[in-house]
């Protein structure tokens, strides 16, 4: 299994509500690809910034994912939400 982890950068204020709604819109769109497991969004407890947890079965299906032009078309729609860009950092799970 191939595990990315996007650490979001802030959201501009009075923008949280339409964050939320771009990830749940994404999510029904990258569901779609093969090799999909999940895509989860993790909000700080204490402070910081959101995250997300994208789970799929090879790294290939994430790539296949990430060059798609929906992939593009979500970029799109998301950058003026932020202060900055999307961090991400990638996984393959060795021991579960």
Not at 1 to 24: H, L, R, T, Y
Not at 68 to 84: D, M, N, Q, T, Y
Request: charge should be neutral.
């Amino acid at each position: 299994m191939f595990v990315s982890i996007i650490q979001f950068p802030k959201i501009k204020e009075g923008q949280d509500q339409a964050f939320q709604e771009w990830f749940k819109w994404s999510n029904s769109e990258f569901s779609k690809f093969p090799g999909f497991i999940r895509r989860s969004l993790l909000e700080p407890e204490k402070g910081g910034t959101y995250a997300a947890v994208v789970e799929m079965e090879g790294k290939e299906n994430f790539m296949t994912m990430h060059s798609s032009p929906i992939h593009a078309e979500a970029g799109k729609k998301v950058i003026g939400l932020f202060e900055g860009s999307p961090t991400p950092t990638f996984y393959k799970i060795i021991i579960q």
